[in-house]
């Protein structure tokens, strides 16, 4: 784990601290938690990852579609 220092007013530090006492957590996890929350937000790095498993399919879907990308009879 990498150690890190930030700055924030006062009112911040505070209303985070409490949050963090009412959640039974450090303020630091509190930190990690809300950064990991705006992380995951992010579009992928791959943006058509964002489709990655969402259509439902049957497996002999993949042979139709081996077929029109490779030009292959289905099997």
């Known amino acids: 784990m990498i150690r890190t220092q930030i700055s924030v007013d006062e009112a911040t530090y505070e209303k985070a601290k409490q949050i963090a006492r009412r959640r039974g957590i450090s303020l630091a996890e509190l930190c990690r ?35 029109v990308v490779y030009d292959r009879e289905k099997p």
């Not at 950064?35 to 579009?43: H, K, Q, V, W, Y």
């Not at 399919?57 to 042979?63: C, F, K, Q, V």
């Open 33 to 67: 938690r809300s950064l990991e929350e705006i992380i995951a937000r992010e579009p992928a790095t791959k943006p058509w990852m964002v489709y990655a498993g969402i259509f439902d399919g049957n497996p002999e879907d993949s042979a139709t579609v081996d077929s």
